[in-house]
């Protein structure tokens, strides 16, 4: 914890977790999707929109800074799922939001809904990414796989974003192109490839099909080959030479990380392991608005799921074309790079209900609790971490005499039976510098070295970041407040 920033050691142990297709992730997802609408303008014939029946809504922007508070390092967040997400009129605080913490946002869209106004919203709330979903460049045949758009209007809304951003004068978003390759347009992607090359266009990502609901396309592995390898060629030709850089499926395929480091949350709060399990009757782990998402993150279904990708692949990814399953085949690391619970209950601390914007000479507490049901780790150590807005590290102890000290010590010594108060201060001395401070709670090991967090962490590691301002502006503060809300 001396030497690393806490959130590489998050990262460190999420990559770990990967690597050894541990069923208990002690780390906390860096990157998720949520579904900020299920609702569609449109009835493209591969989608699974027509298919899925759950409630169709618009996410409200409390139930988004509810979601957020429970993903303490997250660096980036796809802002959508099944459905148009502008449709959804609360993206744009959604997105500043994001941006204000520095949480990278993107998300796809079919650009039927463009307007100069929503165009210009999207870059002053600063959105990183945005993608366009074209699956053809002839007109009719674009047209006749979006149901109920229009090609010529599609390209114009695309144009005129691409102005915007000029006319602003913003480096971001960047903008993408998404195509999904199915039978209908293999035989068409040099043409569309072409095409979004005279375009200013930063990106293309071509996507292989999900056919969990669509036509059984796995034809594409032998007839298309020969298409799908000369446009594998062109590819690698634009990729080297020009400003746009494309992506696309049949190239580099990798194992799939996401149960170990990301989440697909949907519209409803349903939890499941992404985007292309995004029908909650199919597959969910729990509901983000009903249950702690730690205790989601690492229930036994959770568990179970990541378990079975070590003999095979699991049903709901059969028809998942996006990542490779000859890993199966291969030997995994040894399972020793991680600390296994044999019993698959792992400890989950959690900051309380606090605030988040404090005054000098206001009263502050800090609580924690653990909210794991069962766990086999008895033998811990309590480490709490404060990290000053000029970036240095405290440790919490439990001794009057010292109750910050700059060497890690425990502040406790066993577990939490219930709700331990860390600090309690009738009034913040007005000797604090004002600006963000981060809490972090962690169980070790008992007894263990510091210096190797990772090898005897027992527990999530929790974290909350408090404003502490000297002379705010009451501007500033509503919306740290509200965009720090704990659950
Ligand atoms: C479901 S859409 C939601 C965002 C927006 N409505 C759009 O179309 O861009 C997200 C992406 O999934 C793609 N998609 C739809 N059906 C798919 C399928 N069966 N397999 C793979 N991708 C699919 C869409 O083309 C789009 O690029
Ligand atoms: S626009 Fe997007 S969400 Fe809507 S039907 Fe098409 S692919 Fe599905
Ligand atoms: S469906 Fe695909 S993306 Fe999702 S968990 Fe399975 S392999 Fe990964």
Redesign the pocket.
């Known amino acids: 914890m001396q030497n690393k920033s806490i959130e590489t050691i998050n990262n460190d142990l999420l990559n770990k977790s990967f690597q050894s297709r541990s069923f208990n992730v002690l780390a906390s997802p860096n990157f998720i999707k949520v579904e900020v609408s299920n609702i ?5 014939i ?4 027509d298919d899925i029946e759950a409630p169709k809504r618009k996410l409200t922007l409390d139930e988004f800074k509810h979601i957020l508070s429970q993903f303490p390092f997250l660096t980036k967040i796809g802002l959508y799922g ?3 997400p502008l449709n959804n009129p609360r993206i744009y605080e959604m997105i500043k939001i994001c941006h204000d913490r520095n949480i990278e946002t993107e998300f ?1 869209s ?1 650009a ?1 809904l463009f307007n100069e106004t929503r165009i210009n919203k999207l870059i002053e709330a600063g959105l990183s990414n945005i993608y366009i ?1 074209i699956d053809s460049v002839n007109p009719q045949k674009y047209e006749s796989i ?1 149901v109920g ?1 229009n090609f010529e209007k599609v390209i114009q809304n695309l144009k005129t974003l691409i102005d915007c951003k000029k006319a602003a004068n913003s480096k971001t978003p960047l903008i993408g192109i998404s195509t999904v390759t199915m039978s209908e347009n293999v035989k068409e992607l040099i043409d569309i490839i072409n095409f979004i090359s005279t375009l200013e266009i930063d990106r293309l990502i071509i996507t292989g099909l999900n056919t969990t609901y669509t036509e059984q396309n796995i034809s594409i592995k032998q007839d298309f080959n020969q298409d799908l390898n000369k446009v594998l060629q062109l590819c690698k030709k634009i990729n080297q030479s020009g400003k746009l850089k494309i992506k696309f499926f049949h190239e580099n395929k990798a194992a799939c990380s996401l149960p170990w480091n990301s989440v697909f949350i949907t519209v409803n709060g349903d939890v499941t392991p992404c985007m292309n399990c995004a029908d909650s009757s199919i597959i969910s782990f729990g509901n983000i608005f009903q249950q702690n998402f730690l205790e989601i993150w690492n229930n036994q279904q959770y568990q179970n799921f990541r378990t079975s990708f070590r003999s095979q692949i699991p049903t709901v990814c059969k028809p998942c074309p996006d990542y490779s399953f000859d890993y199966l085949n291969s030997e995994l690391p040894a399972k020793t790079s991680l600390v296994y619970d044999n019993t698959h209950n792992i400890s989950c601390l959690n900051f309380t209900e606090v605030k988040t914007v404090y005054q000098i000479n206001e009263p502050i507490t800090i609580d924690l609790e653990d909210i794991s049901q069962i766990t086999s780790y008895s033998q811990v150590d309590l480490l709490v971490a404060i990290q000053r807005p000029d970036g240095r590290i405290l440790y919490l102890t439990n001794d009057n005499s010292e109750p910050f000290s700059i060497y890690p010590k425990p502040f406790k010594k066993s577990r939490i039976k219930s709700k331990l108060r860390l600090l309690n201060l009738p009034k913040i001395p007005d000797t604090f510098q004002s600006g963000e401070y981060n809490f972090y709670a962690v169980y070790y090991k008992q007894n263990a070295p510091f210096s190797n967090l990772e090898k005897n962490i027992r527990s999530n590691i929790a974290k909350h970041t408090i404003l502490i301002s000297k002379d705010r502006l009451e501007g500033e503060a509503n919306i740290y407040e509200n965009t720090n809300r704990t659950n």
Do not use: A, F
């Open positions: 569609c303008n449109l009835h493209c591969m989608c699974p929109i099944i459905g148009e796809v079919n039927t979903s979006r758009s």
